[in-house]
């Protein structure tokens, strides 16, 4: 093997990259078992124990906050916790750009562009330019659009494109900007490693929070509008009087157990400033009230330790929480001398003391002893690197209805840049322009304020408080500071929040109970072990002990590599990826079958050992590389169409498959050259006593004599199942149909025909109920004001869940006690999602189908080989979509057209074609050293001498799947049973429908050439 030492250092340096990142799984393991330890029980002492030591370091120079992010996430199935698909109403955008023109071919063309949408893969606006044209094809854009907000950019003489271009760049923009309010939103929830995506489709943002409980919170936080708002502020000279007489009266009614006192620390922070925007040659600089910061907030914070230890060592934190409540946890904002900063900022406090001076200053107590006209915000960003300590400020009430001075919907365009007029130009500014109506309030707001600080505040967060250093009219503003690059981008994207008047709502949702999870879990360890352990003994059993566990052991490197690439990668392991990890397994296997069972053929005719070895390993790995390859199509198609769990499924397959090509033909490679000579392993047959009996005839079967039968069987099937789909239909799942799934858990069994005609009564008669798991557990469909996303229908659905189940229910049991203990999970997807997802799926399919049929028309350079690729696939997906049909009333677990499905069904192709890929090279090598050998019998010949790899390759699938199917719990039951058929019909379809199909075109083609085409049947 060339290049030994270059497999051998990538293998090394994997390892320790694996090693690397699995590390921190186990590190965040540990100290999850100890705050669990601690917690006994309390999720909030669990959560203050972790968030205690999120800033300490605990491993490599790591904290344990990064080490959590570094450590494999696991998926809302195996971890409990609810993903949501939001979707932004692209024609709100839309028409808030043409100041909500009244036009009615315009808003026709919106209409008709929404309803477009579902089914077509173009663009929203490509979408409405064309129904505005068809509506009038004569019609300007710039006739709707050149209003005063964009009159710097649209005029009435702009041309189609350059509308459609400026209406593109605003439609992306309104799109960050909504992604960048729900990721802070995310971030303040103290969600454990979030994962928030934009999607292709316009306006769509996959958010997934694992172990997230209040979900009817998240509804609310992830679906509300942002709230953009100017505030005026206070001097904390002016506050802090207050402050302290505040903390007073809470020492007086100081209980004994107070907690442990935070530590202070004084902080210069650079003070933004507001001046008005004049043109570049005559812009000034702006000038802030106070200087950069001398030295970093860390060493600061050292520096204050110091000082404190110096002048109170005597004080316990005990007794300083006694004596200042308030205080103990809110250090006052100071500089390097101890004086009171000036500026809105009236305090520093650790994060996970925010929660409690919000309590504190909300109390009766507290608000007496400050002014009604002061309300405290938070810094949406922490202070410091270490994501630590964070900002108070002091807003001013100035509007009797307490709303803020200025609303941010005045906002019309915001950009980052750096400072104009700056000799090394190496500061940002933010450039702010209002409309008509913002100018003037703008004006009237900065000439009160001269001096003084207005608070930019967004979901009542404070991003920004600038000082401002004159009035400005015209209501154009810069806003400098100390900003870096990121900083300046994210306080354009607020300000550019307010003026988009575009709803979001929940398209998709999906949520799963933590019981549920660890049950997933544990399902899928149990499942996965007695796999692999299956899966070891019948190598063992198959090629003996020693090449068995030569072969286990690349098994073995395999999952260990694949799961250290998938904590690099910060990919999410779910149920389905488990599953993957498992398929991928089965498949790996097939690499070494096909290298043991080309080296057992050139050890029959005679060679030795070590050459036979040699060769095994050269002529197998073609059909290797060919079979991975198509794997990976299936694996890439996967990832493109698919979302959520999906995505998971496919990205673990991929890497399984990827990490087996190395596994298996290298590495293993690399043991047997190295002891290659030896006595032992020149003993090796690749043959067990048992073995040798069960598969050691030489068949001799006529597969193309058999063809026509071979055709008629899957035919058959195929007929009945288009039978029962025109007369019974297909059982879609609300993944393309639309609507709500609840998983129920009861007490005792249930009887789904009773538990539906009690709910058939609430839900309008559109329910669906099977036994999912086990007798005790239900799934409850149902579409039910499914277009309806108001925040009330979910508990009305709830509730009428509650009264008609109520008679399973312990007597006494409550609403909110079902919602909570018997409810598991619960799904949902709307009608627009449904059609996309539905199309996707259908166009992931054929486009697998297309890109492997191109591939072995490339590799093999015939036409026959990749016409039998296409219909043996084909029949290979219309037999298990006829099984799905004729058995899902029938069979005791969910058969539903759904997401998984699609998955299982491009699992199959890949493997299919894997399958077949073996016997096209084995045909392709027979014909290449025997050109003039009688195709008929050079085709039969390959099937019968790849007969016993198929049969193994088939075999050590199915085992491994089934192992799946039985222990791998409910939620997976049909993906796997999917993949069960998969492997029985692409094996037959391999035999009997690809190779003969591809023997027909052959023959054709010989003819039409004028070649003698012996058939060679007898």
Known sequence: MQNKGFIRVFAVLLTLVCMYYLSFSFVTSKYN????????????????????????????????????????????????GMDIILEMNVADVIRSLANNNKDENFNKALDLAQARQSSSQKGFIDLFVEEYKKSDPNARLSAVFSTFELKDRITPASSDNQVIDVLRKELQSAIDNSFNVLRTRIDRFGVVSPNIQKLEQDGRIFVELPGVKDTERVRRLLQGSANLEFWETFDQSEIYPLLAAA??????????????????????????????????????????????????????????????????????????????????????????????????????????????????????????????????????????????YYQLYALKVTKRDGSAAMSGNVVIDATADYEQGMVSRSRQEVSMTMNSEGAEQWARLTKDNINKSIAIVLDNMVYSAPNVLGEITGGRSAITGGFSVEEAKDLANVLKSGKMAASVTIAQENIVGPSLGKEAIQAGVISFIVAFIALMI???????????????????????????????????????????????????????????????????????FARAITEGYKNAFSAI???????????????????????????????????????????????????????????????????????????????LGMRRTGYMIPTVLIVLGGIAIATIGLNAGIDFTGGRNYIIRFDEPVRTDEARISLDEE??????????????????????????????????????????????????????????????????????????????????????????????????????????????????????????????????????????????????IGYSLNDTVVVFDRVRETIRNYPKRDRFIVINDALNQTLNRTLNTSFATLLVVFCMFVLGGPTIRSFTFAIILGVIFATYATLFIATPVAYEIQKRQLSKKGIPFETGAK
């Open 247 to 388: 903390d007073r009266a809470l020492a007086e009614l100081a209980e004994s157990s107070a907690t442990p006192a935070s530590d202070s620390t004084d902080v210069a922070v650079e003070t933004d400033a507001i001046t008005e925007v004049v043109p570049d040659s005559t812009k000034k600089d702006s000038v802030d009230l106070l200087a950069e910061s001398l030295t970093e907030v860390d060493s600061l914070i050292g520096d204050l330790d110091t000082n404190e230890a110096e002048t109170a060592p005597d004080i316990s934190d005990e007794e300083r929480a006694k004596a200042n409540p308030l205080f103990a946890y809110l250090m006052p904002n100071v500089d390097r001398n101890g004086q009171f900063a000036p500026g809105p900022i009236v305090g520093v406090a650790l994060k996970q003391d925010m929660p409690r001076i919000d309590s504190l200053l909300n109390m009766r107590n507290v608000r007496d002893a400050l002014r009604s006209d002061i309300i405290f915000r938070w810094a949406v960003k922490a202070m410091d690197e270490n994501d630590q």
């Open 625 to 703: 590389f060919d079979g991975n390859l198509t794997a990976i199509i299936a694996g890439v198609v996967l990832l493109i169409f698919g979302i959520g769990p999906i995505k998971g499924f496919a990205w673990t397959m991929l890497i399984g498959v990827a990490v087996s090509f190395l596994t298996a033909v290298f590495l293993t490679r690399l043991v047997y050259e190295r002891f290659i000579n030896t006595a032992t392993f020149s003993k090796f047959t690749f043959r067990t006593k048992l073995s040798e009996k069960l598969m050691n005839i030489e068949p001799k079967i006529n597969f």
């Open 33 to 80: 078992k100890e705050a669990a330890l601690y917690a006994n029980g309390d999720a909030a002492k669990e959560t203050f124990f972790l968030d205690s030591l999120s800033n300490k370091k605990v491993w490599l120079g790591h904290t344990l906050k990064q080490c959590r992010d570094n450590e494999i996430t696991l998926g809302l199935d195996l971890k409990g």
């Open 538 to 608: 019948y190598m063992c059993i198959l090629y003996g002990v020693i090449p068995g566990m030569i072969a286990n052991g690349a098994l073995l490197i395999n999952i260990f590599f694949t799961l250290g690439i998938l904590a690099s990668f910060k990919a999410v392991l779910t149920m389905p990826g488990i599953a993957g990890m498992v398929l991928s397994l089965g498949m790996a296997v097939d690499a070494n079958v096909l290298i043991y069972e080309r080296a057992r053929e050139e050890m029959k005719a005679g060679k030795q």
């Open 763 to 908: 839900l309008e008669g559109s329910v669906g109920v099977i036994t999912i798991g086990s007798s005790n557990q239900i799934r409850v469909s149902t579409n039910y004001k499914i277009a309806d996303n108001s925040a009330e229908v979910e508990s009305e659905i709830i509730g009428k869940l509650y009264d008609g189940l109520k008679e399973y229910l312990p007597e006494g049991t409550t609403v909110e006690q079902f919602n909570s203990t018997n409810i598991k999970s619960s799904q949902k997807v709307g009608p627009s999602m449904a059609d996309d997802i539905r199309n996707s799926a259908l166009m992931a399919v054929f486009i697998a189908m297309i890109f492997m049929s191109l591939y072995v028309l490339l590799t093999f350079r015939d036409f026959a080989f990749s016409v039998g690729v296409f219909l043996s696939v084909l029949v290979t997906s219309l037999a298990i979509i006829a099984v799905w049909a004729l058995l899902w009333r029938i069979l005791p677990f969910s058969m539903e057209i759904d997401q998984n499905f699609i998955a299982a069904i491009l699992t199959i």
